[in-house]
């Protein structure tokens, strides 16, 4: 990223190891919200990522955003699009970290690179150069592989990877600031949440007070867990150049994927091992593709100062997008 220093880069690169880190490890933390089930979690996780983003706004005095967005039916359409697509993606996670589905789940993320190109090409009109295709149809053959596999569809991982990529979608269009946008989107989340805490509550099902302080700390704790790997994200990505930022995301379901087999003893048949090498496979296309452009790129930017500066030396550890 140009003009930036190294220092800069080097706190870009940290927070963005510590985001990818935490949203790799987060597996860890819904089994100890147990008894409660998925739909209390994710109604609290809500609730209190709202407290928590309005918190850090009134701290940091960023507010002039909520009146322009409320100007813009249109961009306020798709903020609700994103809250309903996220709390989707959401609550099929939580259910099935708690479920015993941290592999699955973690594929999800894997494929949402090549789901996000797939509904580039179907919504947007991108096209796409050979290898994408090449890292598309592999992604495709890893899906009919763990069908089979499985004996079904992996839903868990479909859904997952869909309801991000819309999500991504969503909030292209809406072009907010991390914590900007998801203040917004638990905003319009909150009431039916609240709504349903307390019908929760009132129908003895709470688990919130009946557990004891320390399961209700660890309950309003969910919007510290949801909003701090959005806040170290924000910091990298104005520091770091856009193609380290996609190298660092596969860091999350790799560990997903590791605390799926290692920790939580998941089984890895072999038709499963076989459709996780073509998902990695596709990846791989994906992610040799970008660097070879971002290096294209970086060629045609500095070739005008090629023509009075003799042969300088290729810098061959920077990669711009």
Request: hydrophobic share 55%; with cysteine.
């Amino acid at each position: 990223m140009p003009g930036t220093s190294k220092g800069e880069h080097r706190t870009g690169l940290l927070n963005g190891f510590a985001a990818y880190g935490m949203w790799g490890l987060v597996p860890l933390f819904w089994p100890l919200l147990k008894p409660a089930g998925a739909m209390e979690i994710l109604a609290h996780r809500m609730v209190w990522s709202l407290v928590f983003v309005i918190a850090a706004l009134v701290f940091v005095r960023r507010w002039a955003w909520a009146g322009e967005l409320l100007r813009q039916p249109r961009r306020l359409a798709f903020v609700v699009l994103a809250a309903a697509v996220i709390t989707v993606n959401w609550g099929v996670y939580i259910w099935a970290v708690n479920s015993g589905h941290v592999v699955e789940a973690s594929l999800g993320y894997f494929i949402n690179p090549l789901v996000t190109i797939a509904m580039g090409v179907l919504l947007l009109k991108e096209r796409l150069r050979r290898a994408q295709w090449a890292a598309v149809a592999v992604g495709f053959a890893a899906v009919v592989v763990l069908t089979v596999g499985y004996g079904h569809p992996p839903w868990i991982s479909l859904c997952l990877a869909f309801s991000f990529a819309t999500y991504g979608l969503m909030k292209k269009k809406v072009a907010l600031g991390g914590v900007e946008s998801l203040a917004a989107e638990t905003a319009i989340q909150f009431v039916p949440a609240l709504g349903y805490l307390l019908w929760l509550s009132a129908h003895g099902g709470s688990t919130f007070t009946s557990e004891g302080a320390g399961h209700g700390a660890l309950l309003a704790a969910t919007g510290f867990v949801t909003a701090l790997p959005l806040v170290c994200f924000g910091a990298a990505a104005i520091r770091v150049p856009l193609s380290t930022l996609g190298l660092l995301q596969y860091l999350a379901p790799v560990f997903q994927f590791v605390l799926g087999v290692v920790y939580f003893h998941e089984s890895m048949p072999l038709a499963r091992w076989a459709g996780f090498a073509l998902v990695w496979l596709a990846l791989g296309l994906l992610t040799a593709d970008a660097l070879r452009s971002a290096r294209r790129t970086r060629v045609v930017v500095v070739s005008p100062r090629a023509e009075t500066r003799p042969d300088p030396a290729p810098d061959p550890t920077r990669v711009e997008a």
